[in-house]
């Protein structure tokens, strides 16, 4: 009789604390892998406001952490710097930008619709990851590259790799070397690379090499 009120006394206990257990799990569980793709502040300077719409507003400190549905706005006098694992992006004075809650077709990406942002991303080539402006869209593995758009189109500059560049409207593409740039303007169906050349304007482009462009006329961007 006393074994028996011993182990149901063992058992209960036993019980409590794989419930107890469990519950921790849970609760880490998503944390941690939320804190996987999570951005966090490297460095900041002058007026950032950042809005998350899960948490509200988030001060601009050291450390903090950018979930996704995340909105950053930067004054005049603003920078902000954003780290993740071994990518890095800088929001430049003036810029509007947001970390999108969802994927678009199954890449992560960013919403930039104002501004200028430096992106310093580590080469993976599982890697899908996206740049999207209201003009055009810059698709990349792994490169350092700057996304520039305001009210007459949008531009990439690639320091380092390359940038597969679309434009919006067409679904046209080019891609853009080290040391080059392309841009999409307001209402152009083209990307426009270093030089002037319109690679939705020549047939004779096809996928050769162009002032640091190989462009593919009526190509979509990689999924």
């Keep these: 009789m006393v074994h028996t009120r011993k182990n ?48 509200g507003a988030i001060l601009p400190e050291l450390g903090a952490v950018i979930p996704p549905g995340t909105r950053i706005a930067t004054g005049e006098d603003g920078q ?45 080539e599982s890697r899908d990851f996206q740049v999207r402006t209201p003009y055009l869209a810059a698709a990349v593995k792994g490169t350092v590259f700057t996304v520039t758009a305001d009210g007459l189109g949008a531009r990439v500059l690639v320091e380092e790799g390359s940038v597969l560049v679309t434009a919006n409207r067409s679904g046209q593409s080019a891609m853009i070397y080290a040391g080059h740039g392309g841009s999409v303007a307001y209402g152009s169906d083209s990307v426009i690379l270093d030089g002037g050349v319109d690679t939705g304007s020549s047939s004779s ?19």
């Design 205 to 223: 482009l096809g996928d050769r090499d162009t002032r640091g462009g190989a462009a593919k006329s009526g190509g979509g961007m990689d999924d």
């Design 80 to 124: 902000v710097e954003l780290v993740r694992g071994g990518d890095s992006m800088t929001v430049m004075p003036n810029t509007h930008m947001t970390i999108p809650a969802e994927r678009n077709r199954g890449a992560a990406s960013i919403v930039e619709s104002l501004g200028s942002i430096l992106f310093r991303m580590e080469s993976r």
């Design 8 to 55: 149901r006394r063992i058992g209960w206990i036993v019980g409590i604390l794989a419930v107890t257990v469990l519950a921790v799990v849970k609760i880490m569980a998503p944390a941690q892998a939320g804190d996987v793709s999570a951005w966090s502040i490297a460095a900041t300077e002058g007026t950032v406001k950042i809005h998350s719409s899960s948490d």
